[in-house]
């Protein structure tokens, strides 16, 4: 090809994605290889990393068929996964047991004492509140219930750190990681020794703290035959995937923030200090010296899909998803806003931010003769943009002001493909939206690796040199009018029916019906 091409890996909950991009941004191919995760108990969640190195070998050499490229034409590789997800390593650096993944509810205690007993101490070192979702947690329950891998770790790994240690042989880590296991202290941008002694955890085996972009190694003689790649190919530190995610939409200025349309949905913000106010979770940025906030609903694309699959495959006899999902926009487009007084609520799943209610159901509201599946589809789009205007302005109780500089707010995840929905989310959170090019982590972590092998000046350099916008919708001031006054509405029959969702999981969880 003759051209200089950027490989970005990310590890993603269910899958592992390989991206390879030029200079100037453009998608060249990917790839995408399953990843299983196990429930050996409730609220348990666990992935075996050697099914990552898998899929790292498995998505690699497809990407590259995919963009007719040679191993040869990659000058470096960037890797990005979920945070908090610890891997513990023997001697031989063999994982010791699972990966504990973020979704994991097991270590709810042990975050409820950690709280109790330091939970001033840990916010003020690590920016976030102690909860189970936190590596801090999960590492003092396996000190408690599994004191024997305790005793065997040699190495701690954050999972994008296992996967690169598979790749190059290097052990090394990034800060926003480090705060993603909420035991660092930012004053000195590595770990807290006061953290750490709180679950008596042995700092020899936390790995150093490095810069993103910092080429840490090559590929191996081994994981390049494995994966298909030239050995020696250099390869970067990485980082998390939200804050490559949200560095790869350009986020690169103070006040910038993107919303994620995806199975969740997640707004991010920047800022140029530290925002610790939890449960709004706060990390480092890529560039030195800023941080940014993020902060998420459970049910968005995951919501749209499940009313998809309920409400409109079954009576369209469309066995193609994506068909119904075009269905579904043709129709939300034909009602005007507001759906003719129908709400939808989508918690499916509970809710997050900023009820933090497990026990919420979805409902649609205000159901007469006159509703048809037009109007359902375009409630069940209007009522996730209520769910995110719900961030926004939570968001703003703490400081932070969305587009305040003029930049509206980046739409980033599958939903912001829909131009219906799009529109949608900008009327009713009353800020412009763009939709960049690209705006997967894949995508980030390649940007990143860019910077480490001298392509890009530094990280605003590569921002400028790849980020493209799609397209813009621009929010209409006498439709934002008529959407904050259903907001209202949206937010009164949230709370009127927050009570009687408790008794209705109350009387679900007895299960009469089953035996009468």
Same mark, same amino acid.
């Given at each position: 090809?003759?051209?200089?091409?950027?490989?970005?890996?990310?590890?993603?909950?269910? !899958?592992?994605?390989?991206?390879?991009?030029?200079?100037?941004?453009?998608?060249? &191919?990917?790839?995408?290889?399953?990843?299983?995760?196990?429930?050996?108990?409730?609220?348990?969640?666990?992935?075996?990393?050697?099914?990552?190195?898998?899929?790292?070998?498995?998505?690699?050499?497809?990407?590259?068929?995919?963009?007719?490229?040679?191993?040869?034409?990659?000058?470096?590789?960037?890797?990005?996964?979920?945070?908090?997800?610890?891997?513990?390593?023997?001697?031989?650096?063999?994982?010791?047991?699972?990966?504990?993944?973020?979704?994991?509810?097991?270590?709810?205690?042990?975050?409820?004492?950690?709280?109790?007993?330091?939970?001033?101490?840990?916010?003020?070192?690590?920016?976030?509140?102690?909860?189970?979702?936190?590596?801090?947690?999960?590492?003092?329950?396996?000190?408690?219930?599994?004191?024997?891998?305790?005793?065997?770790?040699?190495?701690?790994?954050?999972?994008?750190?296992?996967?690169?240690?598979?790749?190059?042989?290097?052990?090394?880590?990034?800060?926003?990681?480090?705060?993603?296991?909420?035991?660092?202290?930012?004053? !000195?941008?590595?770990?807290?020794?006061?953290?750490?002694?709180?679950?008596?955890?042995?700092?020899?085996?936390?790995?150093?703290?490095?810069?993103?972009?910092?080429?840490?190694?090559?590929?191996?003689?081994?994981?390049?035959?494995?994966?298909?790649?030239?050995?020696?190919?250099?390869?970067?530190?990485?980082?998390?995937?939200?804050?490559?995610?949200?560095?790869?939409?350009?986020?690169?200025?103070?006040?910038?923030?993107?919303?994620?349309?995806?199975?969740?949905?997640?707004?991010?913000?920047?800022?140029?200090?530290?925002?610790?106010?939890?449960?709004? !979770?706060?990390?480092?940025?890529?560039?030195?010296?800023?941080?940014?906030?993020?902060?998420?609903?459970?049910?968005?694309?995951?919501?749209?899909?499940?009313?998809?699959?309920?409400?409109?495959?079954?009576?369209?006899?469309?066995?193609?998803?994506?068909?119904?999902?075009?269905?579904?926009?043709?129709?939300?487009?034909?009602?005007?806003?507001? !759906?003719?007084?129908?709400?939808?609520?989508?918690?499916?799943?509970?809710?997050?931010?900023?009820?933090?209610?497990?026990?919420?159901?979805?409902?649609?509201?205000?159901?007469?003769?006159?509703?048809?599946?037009?109007?359902?589809?375009?409630?069940?789009?209007?009522?996730?943009?209520?769910?995110?205007?719900?961030?926004?302005?939570?968001?703003?109780?703490?400081?932070?002001?969305?587009?305040?500089?003029?930049?509206?707010?980046?739409?980033?995840?599958? &939903?912001?493909?829909?131009?219906?929905?799009?529109?949608?989310?900008?009327?009713?959170?009353?800020?412009?939206?763009?939709?960049?090019?690209? &705006?997967?982590?894949?995508?980030?972590?390649?940007?990143?690796?860019?910077?480490?092998?001298?392509?890009?000046?530094?990280?605003?350099?590569?921002?400028?040199?790849?980020?493209?916008?799609?397209?813009?919708?621009?929010?209409?001031?006498?439709?934002?009018?008529?959407?904050?006054?259903?907001?209202?509405?949206?937010?009164?029959?949230?709370?009127?029916?927050?009570?009687?969702?408790?008794?209705?999981?109350?009387?679900?969880?007895?299960?009469?019906?089953?035996?009468?």
């Amino acid at each position: 090809m003759g051209e200089q091409v950027l490989l970005g890996v990310d590890l993603g909950a269910g !899958s592992l994605k390989a991206s390879l991009i030029a200079t100037d941004g453009r998608l060249l &191919g990917e790839a995408a290889h399953p990843v299983a995760t196990r429930h050996p108990h409730f609220g348990w969640a666990e992935q075996d990393p050697e099914d990552w190195v898998d899929a790292f070998n498995a998505a690699v050499p497809a990407a590259m068929a995919a963009a007719g490229i040679a191993a040869g034409d990659i000058a470096a590789i960037g890797l990005s996964a979920g945070a908090h997800i610890p891997v513990l390593l023997d001697g031989d650096d063999r994982p010791l047991r699972p990966a504990i993944l973020w979704s994991d509810t097991r270590a709810s205690a042990e975050a409820t004492a950690l709280h109790a007993r330091a939970g001033d101490l840990i916010l003020a070192r690590s920016l976030n509140k102690a909860n189970a979702t936190w590596s801090l947690a999960m590492l003092d329950w396996i000190g408690r219930h599994e004191p024997e891998v305790k005793a065997k770790t040699r190495r701690l790994c954050i999972a994008k750190d296992y996967l690169r240690l598979k790749v190059t042989g290097t052990w090394e880590t990034d800060f926003s990681d480090v705060i993603g296991a909420l035991m660092a202290d930012v004053r !000195s941008g590595g770990w807290s020794e006061e953290l750490c002694a709180l679950i008596d955890w042995p700092m020899q085996t936390l790995p150093p703290v490095v810069a993103p972009w910092q080429v840490v190694g090559g590929v191996s003689q081994a994981a390049a035959q494995a994966a298909g790649l030239r050995p020696g190919t250099p390869v970067v530190c990485g980082s998390n995937d939200t804050t490559v995610e949200f560095f790869g939409v350009g986020a690169v200025e103070p006040g910038m923030g993107a919303i994620k349309l995806a199975t969740a949905g997640v707004l991010f913000y920047a800022a140029d200090h530290p925002m610790a106010n939890p449960p709004i !979770s706060c990390y480092p940025h890529i560039l030195p010296g800023m941080y940014y906030t993020a902060t998420g609903t459970n049910s968005c694309a995951s919501a749209h899909r499940w009313v998809r699959d309920t409400l409109f495959a079954p009576t369209s006899g469309q066995a193609d998803g994506g068909a119904v999902f075009a269905e579904m926009d043709s129709l939300a487009a034909e009602v005007p806003p507001g !759906s003719r007084g129908l709400l939808f609520h989508p918690y499916l799943q509970g809710e997050r931010a900023p009820y933090w209610d497990p026990l919420l159901r979805a409902d649609f509201v205000g159901l007469t003769m006159r509703h048809g599946r037009a109007e359902i589809a375009r409630a069940v789009y209007e009522g996730i943009a209520f769910s995110i205007r719900d961030l926004v302005e939570q968001a703003r109780d703490v400081g932070q002001v969305m587009g305040a500089n003029g930049e509206g707010v980046r739409l980033i995840g599958g &939903g912001a493909k829909s131009a219906t929905w799009r529109q949608i989310m900008a009327d009713v959170t009353g800020l412009p939206m763009s939709i960049p090019g690209n &705006g997967d982590a894949s995508f980030g972590a390649a940007l990143v690796a860019g910077v480490g092998a001298g392509l890009f000046a530094d990280p605003r350099a590569a921002v400028a040199a790849c980020v493209t916008t799609l397209a813009r919708a621009e929010p209409d001031a006498a439709r934002h009018a008529l959407y904050t006054e259903l907001f209202g509405l949206y937010r009164e029959t949230q709370q009127a029916l927050a009570p009687l969702n408790h008794k209705l999981h109350a009387f679900a969880e007895r299960e009469p019906w089953e035996t009468v």
